[in-house]
T-cell receptor
């Protein structure tokens, strides 16, 4: 599994765009990049997944450069309720699920704090 | 439709006791995975069940076990509890291996 590195914490303000970058230098050809969000005392929630270039859904955008060695989760116009831990996961397509028989591998995540 | 349901939400046990946690997956989901989350170690994979069969297990001692029933509901058991077993235990279900996983709210276990 590719090792991921992301900032331990970030601060921002309501209404701002927040970008969280994840480094994954050893990403393999078959690997996808997936982001999860977790609120305190709740289970993680899938946000977005991508393979290359840009992916956008109703919640976020994911930017992946051509070399795929990093990716950036972009949250537009954040609110206080976006305060959470964000995890970047890298793995093959089975990672989109519960990780299949091997489970999902979560790192330490980025603790995003949104202030008024 | 109903999400993943974990019971109980909170539990306090004494060292040496055993505990059983329950997970009801989303209707139709056949894969159930269990995770342990602690402040020090983060989220760690315990094991995964699919159609009543344990397909893999994470790096946890044999005190941690589980099972899955024919209706896909799953239970995990921890015997001879230790203080270090205090954690949030999360269950995730998915329709099949290559489908999105949905997590429950977890069971907060405190061992005293």
């Amino acid at each position: 599994l590719a090792k991921t590195t992301q900032p331990i914490s970030m601060d921002s303000y309501e209404g701002q765009e927040v970008n969280i970058t994840c480094s994954h230098n050893n990403i393999a050809t078959n690997d996808y990049i997936t982001w999860y969000q977790q609120f305190p005392s709740q289970g993680p929630r899938f946000i977005i997944q991508g393979y290359k270039t840009k992916v956008t859904n109703e919640v976020a955008s994911l930017f992946i450069p051509a070399d795929r060695k990093s990716s950036t989760l972009s949250l537009p116009r954040v609110s206080l309720s976006d305060t959470a831990v964000y995890y970047c996961l890298v793995g093959d397509f089975a990672m989109y699920s519960g990780g299949g028989a091997d489970g999902l591998t979560f790192g330490k995540g980025t603790h995003l704090i949104i202030q008024p | 439709k109903a999400g993943v349901t974990q019971t109980p939400r909170y539990l306090i046990k004494t060292r040496g006791q055993q505990v059983t946690l329950s997970c009801s997956p989303i209707s139709g989901h056949r894969s159930v995975s269990w995770y342990q989350q602690t402040p020090g170690q983060g989220l760690q994979f315990l094991f995964e069940y699919f159609s009543e069969t344990q397909r893999n297990k994470g790096n946890f001692p044999g005190r941690f076990s589980g099972r899955q029933f024919s209706n896909s509901r799953s239970e995990m058991n921890v015997s001879t509890l230790e203080l270090g077993d205090s954690a949030l235990y999360l269950c995730a279900s998915s329709f099949r291996t290559d489908a999105e996983a949905f997590f429950g709210q977890g069971t907060r276990l405190t061992v005293v």
